[in-house]
């Protein structure tokens, strides 16, 4: 369990909000235009941002050759198959359910933690990701039958979800001796790189103009996702224990649900409603502080 300072609560607000309204705003931005280019281009867009960001305040940029390797690591778990599969994954499902089955990576996570890094959860936690899960089968209640019928769009976000929460118990316990925020952009720019590289193979031939609404839609995740979102979630994933910063996101894909709803109509079940406040209690679980008294020093 943690207690979060003021500044990690305002910070995971802010995530919640910026991440939670993207999921429709990005099912809108590649609806007819090519997924791949639409993120290469949301990419370029906010490196510069979250770059100048560095500069203004000064952060250095080097990062020693000895840990490139570790980075590299990082980056592929973190960033190449989040962001590769999740924007090709939207195209076939709901901005909502892709959101949902996007976020069961805070399940991935306390298993892969419990059982691959050897971390021990009190029981509070294990029940968080219990009601954490049981809110996504909720959410998923209405869609089994759709999503049986688009099973590549399922497993991409899956792999997408299981290989970023690997990213995010390795980004926890790295030992690159430098600034998350330099972090950040190095990965950052491999991302940008390689999804330039994927476009270029993929989509040359589909590349279109974005019209004013899809530019409207790549700016917001340029500035929201890449330069703002994107560098909170990897401040948070390091300095928290894993188990805190996964299931503090938990509210994201209920954000994602309900923006969905009532910017695409979609209709609202009681099982909706019913996981909301299973998410709550999952993120109650493990945000709350211990009333256990702190052992005296010597």
């Not at 000895?66 to 994954?89: D, G, K, P, Q, S």
């Not at 976020?103 to 991935?108: I, K, L, N, Q, R």
């Not at 021990?120 to 990701?129: D, E, M, Q």
């Not at 923006?259 to 993120?283: C, R, T």
Request: glycine letters at 8%; hydrophobic letters at 60%; aromatic letters at 12%.
């Amino acid at each position: 369990m943690t207690r979060l300072s003021r500044q990690q609560l305002i910070l995971l607000v802010l995530l919640t909000l910026v991440w939670g309204l993207n999921w429709p705003i990005m099912k809108f931005g590649v609806t007819g235009f090519p997924p791949l280019t639409f993120r290469t281009l949301c990419m370029w867009l906010g490196l510069p941002l979250l770059g100048g960001f560095l500069l203004l305040r000064r952060v250095p940029f080097r990062i020693e050759r000895e840990h490139w390797r570790e980075l590299a690591v990082l980056t592929v778990l973190n960033m190449f198959f989040w962001h590769t599969l999740a924007i090709l994954a939207i195209q076939s499902l709901s901005s909502g359910r892709a959101a949902i089955l996007g976020y069961t990576m805070p399940v991935f996570s306390a298993v892969i933690g419990a059982f691959w890094y050897g971390q021990r959860l009190p029981p509070r936690a294990w029940g968080g990701v219990a009601a954490a899960a049981l809110g996504v089968v909720l959410l998923l209640w209405h869609e089994i039958t759709t999503l049986t019928g688009k099973p590549l769009g399922v497993a991409m976000m899956l792999l997408a979800a299981a290989t970023w929460a690997i990213g995010t118990q390795q980004m926890r316990r790295t030992r690159i001796p430098a600034p998350t925020l330099a972090i950040s952009f190095w990965m950052t720019l491999a991302t940008t790189l390689w999804m330039t590289l994927l476009s270029l193979l993929f989509e040359r031939g589909d590349w279109v103009a974005p019209n004013p609404a899809q530019w409207v839609a790549i700016a917001y995740n340029a500035v929201g996702v890449f330069a703002f979102a994107q560098v909170v979630w990897l401040v948070l994933a390091r300095e928290l224990p894993p188990i805190a910063s996964t299931l503090s996101v938990m509210f994201i894909p209920v954000l994602g649900v309900f923006s969905g709803a009532w910017w695409l109509g979609e209709v609202l079940h009681w099982q909706d409603w019913a996981a909301v406040a299973l998410v709550m209690l999952a993120i109650v679980s493990v945000l709350w502080p211990s009333t256990k008294p702190a052992p005296q020093q010597n």
